[in-house]
């Protein structure tokens, strides 16, 4: 089965689960998974520094993108090396299986956009092919986050998810704990989206699939297929290919 998009205190994330399948079992055997020690802004994160500092793996790094890989995460005397995906896992799309709303709030954390779980990697949930009812071909499961985005002035600033926590923590539930989205978002924006706005941000749940590349991103298909999908793709498309049984028809992309 494919892992869960999170588990619960902000770790580990479905990137974390299938390091033994990509060469990187020495890293995941080193890991501690009792407790809490995937969040990087406290003192339980300190038993899994070592292993985790200055781990990249490199199909998780676009060579394209200019962005940091990286950002240093200091917990007292430590500072670990985290590293940041250019790539994010989709947990569906907007209108499709909606859990929360942009008036979410819970934890004193609010308005970090719409979350759905009829994508791949959702909350507390593992997938077999079976559930994926579209057929895996038809299916979006990662996306491409490798590009500046733009704030409100037009500066260049990062809107990849998590880009201040790193690719191993994974959100909570919307349901008992908080609203935030690490390491997954819920497709709605077009291909290629810029600029800043509702559900974007470090911690939010909107963050677009967007690139280095000129017109579109690379999408990882259930079916091991990695497609360029073009900025000009039908909006309502995209939504369907980023949903794993919503049984819509899907147009060219």
């Not at 060579?63 to 890989?69: H, M, Y």
């Not at 077999?128 to 600033?157: C, H, P, Y």
């Not at 967007?210 to 990695?226: I, P």
């Amino acid at each position: 089965m494919f892992p869960p998009g999170g588990l619960g205190t902000h770790g580990p994330t479905a990137w974390i689960h299938i390091l033994p399948f990509a060469d990187q079992a020495n890293v995941y055997n080193q890991l501690v998974f009792e407790g809490t020690y995937f969040w990087f802004g406290g003192a339980s994160s300190v038993p899994n520094s070592p292993a985790i500092n200055n781990t990249k793996p490199p199909y998780m790094a676009c060579p394209s993108s200019a962005l940091s890989q990286s950002y240093a995460a200091t917990t007292g005397s430590t500072t670990t090396n985290v590293f940041i995906s250019s790539y994010i896992l989709i947990s569906g799309a907007t209108g499709i299986n909606e859990i929360q709303d942009d008036t979410y709030s819970k934890g004193g954390f609010s308005n970090k956009g719409i979350r759905s779980n009829g994508g791949s990697f959702t909350f507390r949930q593992s997938f077999r092919i079976r559930d994926f009812l579209d057929g895996t071909s038809n299916v979006a499961m990662v996306g491409e986050q490798s590009g500046w985005g733009k704030n409100a002035s037009g500066a260049q600033t990062d809107i990849r998810s998590a880009y201040a926590n790193g690719a191993w923590m994974s959100p909570n539930t919307p349901i008992d704990h908080d609203p935030r989205c690490y390491n997954t978002t819920t497709l709605r924006y077009p291909i290629g989206y810029q600029n800043t706005g509702t559900g974007i941000g470090n911690d939010a749940c909107n963050n677009p699939i967007q690139s280095q590349h000129t017109g579109g991103a690379h999408m990882l298909l259930g079916d091991g297929a990695v497609r360029f999908v073009s900025a000009n793709a039908d909006f309502n498309t995209l939504r369907y290919l980023c949903c794993r049984a919503d049984g819509n028809v899907l147009g060219e992309f």
